[in-house]
């Protein structure tokens, strides 16, 4: 299956978009992933806070942290869809396939679900029904979110279970009509359940938030067509002007809040038409002369640990709190002291950093490296870009 894009003019100054590492998307990576502890250490807990005007700023600042989610979300499609393409048709496709995501993906997953239990920081309850993927449905249970986090790999879990299968059976082109299927019937299906009054989980439930992923698939099948490097060009310029504009123009109707309908249908959209975009721009600059912009050495770091940083790093802060609380109430955050807020912050976010290098480093790579022995056959073309710190977040 071609997997090269045919070049315009530039060859001898541009690579392939999809090749074998590509360093640009743990930058991503790591955008993504701080943008969630960012959102997490300020705006999350201490919105509601009074500080000064320039502390008060910076806290909304962090706000916009959340996205991160949906820039993962359009990574992890576009990234499992290549692999699924690029393998599918090698022998042992599903073995391969689920053997490397279960030993890239359950092993820290579940060890924080034991932690989760031993320090008491989630119910048994939660932690059982997590333990089979259903985080983000936990209240058809009548069972709370204990752990935010996990409702997110509760969705990217569903995708790894059901998304080989699609791949397996159809065509190309089949593939790419039910990725463009689900981009357009998911915003319409939200828009139906907000009309109705069932507004609940409209942004955590699979079914409503699947087409961020479908953004990613598509993206991963078009760059495996003979498009050329101009008209990729082009169409990242097409969503991302298109992105600005649906933001611009339904902002006076509701779209930069999911309390309205035309925000509960289309916000998710509009911000999946963007990193739709984001992702072809860096791929296009990682690819080419102005590589350096996108390969910046920190994010990367984070990129390379973004999942484990992602598991952990509300643990790091639930326990700061705790400790704070029964030893050193004096130092939890308040109104008018923003520098306990940047202590917390400071403390929980390097603790949380660091566990995940450890464990990334210690614990993870030991199952990593069982990859190859047990599946047979080397890994497809693009897998091998895939992680670092793999595709998840918040």
Known sequence: MASHLRDTGNSAESAP???????????????????????HGFYWQYSGLSFGRLAQGFVALTQPGWLGVNLFFVLSGFL????????????????????RRALRILPPYYGLLI?????????????????VYLANVTNFFGVA??????????????????????????????????SLSIVLLVPALRGISFFLGWKGGLDWYTWFV???L?????????????????????LCCLLLVSAVLLGVVGQPF?????????????????????????LLLFLLAGSGLRSRYVNVSWLRFLGYISYGLYLDHTLAFRMYDRICRHYLPWIIPSSGHFELVLLRFAVGGSVAIGAAYLSRRFYEERFLRLKDSLVPGKSAGSEAALPAGDTQAA
């Not at 309908?261 to 990193?275: E, V």
Request: charged letters at 15%.
């Open 214 to 234: 479908a953004a990613g698939s598509l993206l991963g099948i078009l760059l495996r067509t003979r498009i050329s490097r101009t008209q990729v060009q082009r």
């Open 254 to 278: 509701g779209i930069g809040t999911r309390n309205r309908l035309l925000g509960a249908s289309l916000q998710w959209t509009a911000i999946n038409i963007l990193f739709a975009g984001v």
């Open 210 to 212: 699947a087409d961020g």
């Open 17 to 39: 978009l999809i090749r074998p590492f590509m360093p640009e998307l743990d930058t991503l990576r790591g955008i993504a992933v701080l943008g969630v502890l960012l959102l």
């Open 145 to 178: 979110c204990d752990y935010g986090p996990l409702w997110s790999l509760a969705v990217e879990e569903h995708f790894y279970i059901l998304w080989p299968t699609v791949v397996r059976r159809l065509t190309m082109r089949r593939l790419a009509w039910v």
């Open 115 to 131: 932690l989760l239990l031993l320090l008491r920081s989630s119910s048994p309850a939660f932690v059982g029904l997590s333990f």
């Open 80 to 99: 499992i869809t290549g692999i699924l393409l690029d393998s599918k048709n090698r022998p042992h496709f599903y073995r391969r396939f689920y053997t």
